[in-house]
């Protein structure tokens, strides 16, 4: 085996393990997406149904009056709701809720670094 055979199965055998190393990167975004999918789900459960619209909502920052209209419910039955949520998450405001929500997806060391 000559100088350029060698060199070309070096090359066959490096760009056989660079399709692996994307097939597993492809492989590890899924399963990240799954878990965010997850965090999501295990965050968003600690509320009853009715407190998990009116944060959905909120996510998606609509005030207490639009969640109101949106939902068709009385304004004390959201700010209950409301209530209820700020409680669970042991917050003060729904903007505090919300970044919690956010906070989710931050690697580790964002949320370090957001800390000091």
Do not use: W, Y
């Not at 878990?35 to 619209?53: D, G, P, R, S, Y």
């Not at 998606?60 to 939902?71: K, P, R, V």
């Amino acid at each position: 085996m000559d100088q350029s055979e060698k060199l070309l199965m070096g090359i066959e055998n490096i760009l056989s393990v660079a399709s692996d190393l994307v097939d597993e990167v492809a492989r590890l975004k899924s399963i990240e997406e799954e878990c965010k999918i997850l965090k999501e789900k295990v965050f968003m459960n600690q509320f009853t149904k009715a407190e998990q619209e009116v944060f959905a909502l909120a996510i998606d920052g609509h005030s207490i009056s639009e969640i109101q209209n949106m939902l068709h419910k009385e304004e004390s039955t959201i700010k209950n709701q409301r209530k209820s949520i700020l409680k669970k998450l042991n917050t003060e405001s729904m903007t505090d809720a919300v970044q919690q929500f956010q906070n989710l997806h931050q690697e580790p060391s964002q949320k370090l670094i957001r800390i000091s």
